[in-house]
């Protein structure tokens, strides 16, 4: 535990200081998590703000963050280590030239760390500069059950095992953070070696807070349409709904082209800043936008 994090408050003011807006609720998942070190699996949408946490969390610490980006066929050798096979036959041929190499000898030589490749699960279980290393393990889900059961022994010891070198355990546990956009579920036995959170779409008054610390440059009554607008798109028959990554992403390029106010042509012009999919575009764009942009400017003026 950081001695500088002694409640949740301290918590929502150190990632405030890295410019994220966190939720008491949140705050008090990742509070306790460190406090416990437990690894800690957020769930939620894309686009919701799990990936930016730890990035947030290892600046504040002033740990460093180590990333697993996790993708279908990911194995555990892929995630913890591999064998520079270019230097290993270097040096075999050199040896082979020098003659009289002893077999043994040379196969003790190249399996050693000197010839090792350390992946995130690996480096993460080393000694770092500042302290444990935030370890982020990113879209779990997109892996298979063979590489969530390996994270069990894994994350439950904190130790991986090289059969050439023997078991490396770290010293300190690293900060484990886990996160899932549910595209399939996560077996339970894994989720019960974490603390668990949802991480949901923010209110309109906490996306306005996280629009002010990511773009601040955005004027309060264009950040209202740009959020309104956002969350009223949320509400819509779309294939891929836009997230908080998307309201700041769209904001920027607002500010950008100068704009101080939505319009629909403003709007199709740069809806692919916040729809990902051309048939969510078509279905918005035209009267459809208009009629979306006249009912959050409706909710916005005042009675």
């Not at 942009?293 to 005042?302: C, I, N, Q």
Request: glycine share 4%; with cysteine.
């Amino acid at each position: 535990m950081d001695r500088n994090i002694a409640s949740i408050d301290d918590v929502q003011d150190l990632l405030a200081a890295q410019n994220y807006v966190c939720e008491r609720a949140l705050a008090t998942v990742v509070f306790l998590s460190l406090r416990l070190g437990k690894p800690l699996f957020l769930e939620g949408e894309a686009g919701v703000g799990k990936t930016e946490i730890a990035k947030a969390l290892a600046a504040a610490l002033g740990r460093r963050l180590i990333r697993l980006q996790c993708y279908e066929g990911l194995d555990a050798a892929s995630a913890v280590y591999e064998w520079n096979f270019a230097e290993q036959m270097i040096a075999i041929r050199t040896a082979e030239a020098a003659g009289g190499a002893d077999r043994d000898v040379l196969k003790a030589e190249l399996f050693t760390e000197e010839y090792l490749i350390a992946r995130p699960l690996l480096e993460a279980m080393r000694p770092q500069p500042g302290g444990p290393p935030v370890l982020l393990i990113d879209e779990l889900d997109r892996t298979d059950e063979p590489f969530e059961a390996f994270l069990l022994e894994a994350l439950s010891d904190f130790q991986v095992t090289i059969p050439e070198l023997g078991t490396i355990a770290a010293e300190a546990p690293p900060i484990v953070i886990l996160t899932s956009n549910r595209t399939r579920e996560v077996h339970d036995a894994l989720k019960r070696r974490c603390l668990y959170h949802w991480v949901d779409y923010p209110s309109f008054e906490r996306e306005i807070e996280i629009l002010h610390a990511r773009a601040p440059e955005a004027a309060e009554a264009l950040s209202r349409e740009i959020v309104a607008f956002v969350q009223a798109l949320r509400t819509e028959d779309l294939f891929k709904k836009p997230g908080v990554a998307e309201t700041i992403d769209w904001a920027k390029c607002l500010l950008a082209l100068d704009v101080i106010a939505l319009s629909p042509e403003v709007i199709a012009d740069t809806l692919g800043a916040i729809l990902k999919y051309q048939d969510d575009i078509q279905k918005i764009e035209g009267s459809e936008a208009k009629r979306i942009l006249d009912s959050v400017r409706a909710e916005l003026t005042p009675a």
